[in-house]
């Protein structure tokens, strides 16, 4: 009927962006603040239905973009000199880091799933770098 059914307030700075997470769970990141003592560099994952945070992690700095992974977990590209050359990756069901993959010299600029099932990222740094997964459970 294009009624509003619920707001809620869900960071604080505007949110950047918000995606599916499957199993109806989304999520959402706040856009980087100009004053550093406002910042939030949070994650939080939403359940669907009944809209009540599942979970929020600091990542330590601005993000930049998430990329779904297989074995229900989520890549973090940050906007940062430092931290943004590795890629935290977090469980989507408990918010826990997992692992991290380090190996740019400079921040990375995005990563894609290819074809393989592989992570393949690129960076400042001017390389294309593909990273593999462990195998899913069976």
Sequence with gaps: SGQLQRAFHAHSQPI?????AGQGRWLSYARESISRSEADHSLKMWREGFWEEGWSIDVGAPILDTLLLPQDQVLIIRQDPVLGQTMPVYDLNTGEQVRLLSGHKEPVNG?????????????????LRHWSLPEQAE
């Design 111 to 127: 990563a894609r799933l290819s074809l393989d099932g592989r992570v393949l990222s690129w960076s400042q740094d001017r390389t």
């Design 16 to 20: 950047q962006n918000v995606a599916p």
